[in-house]
């Protein structure tokens, strides 16, 4: 998810096409002036693209200083691709960066880290757990979810529960008649966040047990333990304390502490915590220490691995 608009300054850095007509954006390094080859690669939630998360320049200047970079991947996803994608389509354009940043032309990277903000979270939790690595150069040295937000849980922040129920079971209706990936009417995307969107993407996003039902504080240890009990590199997991896109009920330390115990503890990142008073993208409105806890809890994070 992603409510709060920012706009940055100016950025310099390096356009990478890591696949025909896909490209990624690497941070200027400020102190060595060369690329590392340690490399965070950020992949950001619904609606967002290049810059579109504020605290992206800062987070550079932060692995800076501990010999990373940062790299943000552009997808098909990006912007409003969102509503026509799916999970799978996602991890396989990671996959095809991951590898371009392992390969000569990309730098011969000797690590590479997922750092998921928002739905950027569920592709983390996707790659990790999930996607099917056939050779090394695809394979990634652990993850980062930042705002883990459950979209199911958000929509119900736009929706009241019979809305919900009507707008899905319109979708099922089209996937009833062979047209999952046909885009719904256009009340859709007039209610949620502006994207045409497939009935297959709503039914994911919205319906229990949808391809992206990771982080929803009604999932039971049964539904949980195969998705991050089949993560085997550490992770550190950031959720915002003050998430607008999360509703209020729901205890966010409870949640996390969960997924934690569906894990095997010794991918499960120490510093993992709620960040007190972080927004959901940690922008305006955060407590002024915020941003300052969150970097510095993944600069710690990765110096351990």
Request: aromatic share 10%; charged share 25%.
């Amino acid at each position: 998810m992603q409510q709060v608009i920012t706009i940055l300054e100016p950025q310099s850095g390096l356009v990478h096409e890591y696949a025909p007509r896909l490209t990624a954006f690497e941070f200027t390094n400020k102190k060595s002036g060369i690329q590392s080859k340690k490399v965070v690669l950020f992949i950001g939630g619904l609606t967002d693209g290049l810059l579109t998360v504020p605290y992206l320049p800062k987070l550079a200047e932060g692995l800076d200083g501990i010999g990373w970079s940062l790299v943000q991947i552009l997808f098909s996803s990006s912007y409003t691709g969102w509503g026509t994608g799916s999970l799978k389509r996602d991890a396989d354009e990671i996959s095809l960066l991951v590898q371009y940043l392992r390969s000569e032309r990309g730098g011969n990277r000797s690590q590479v880290v997922l750092f998921g903000h928002s739905t950027g979270c569920q592709d983390t939790v996707q790659y990790l757990s999930k996607f099917t690595k056939t050779s090394k150069d695809m394979e990634v040295d652990g993850g980062i979810l930042q705002a883990p937000a459950s979209d199911r849980e958000a929509i119900s922040t736009f929706f009241n529960k019979e809305k919900i129920a009507e707008y899905s079971a319109e979708a099922r209706e089209y996937i009833k008649q062979g047209k999952s990936e046909h885009t719904l009417p256009k009340k859709f995307s007039d209610a949620f966040l502006g994207a045409p969107v497939s009935a297959y993407r709503w039914l994911s996003l919205a319906e229990v047990g949808g391809d992206d039902d990771f982080f929803s504080s009604d999932l039971t240890k049964e539904y949980l333990t195969p998705i991050f009990g089949n993560i085997k590199k550490p992770l550190l997991v950031l959720y915002s304390g003050n998430d607008e896109c999360v509703p209020d009920h729901v205890d966010k330390q409870k949640l996390i502490d969960g997924w934690k115990e569906t894990m095997d503890p010794q991918f499960w990142s120490r510093y993992s915590k709620v960040v007190p008073g972080a927004k959901h993208n940690v922008g305006p409105g955060s407590d002024k220490d915020a941003l300052k806890i969150l970097i510095d809890s993944a600069c710690s994070f990765l110096q351990d691995l």
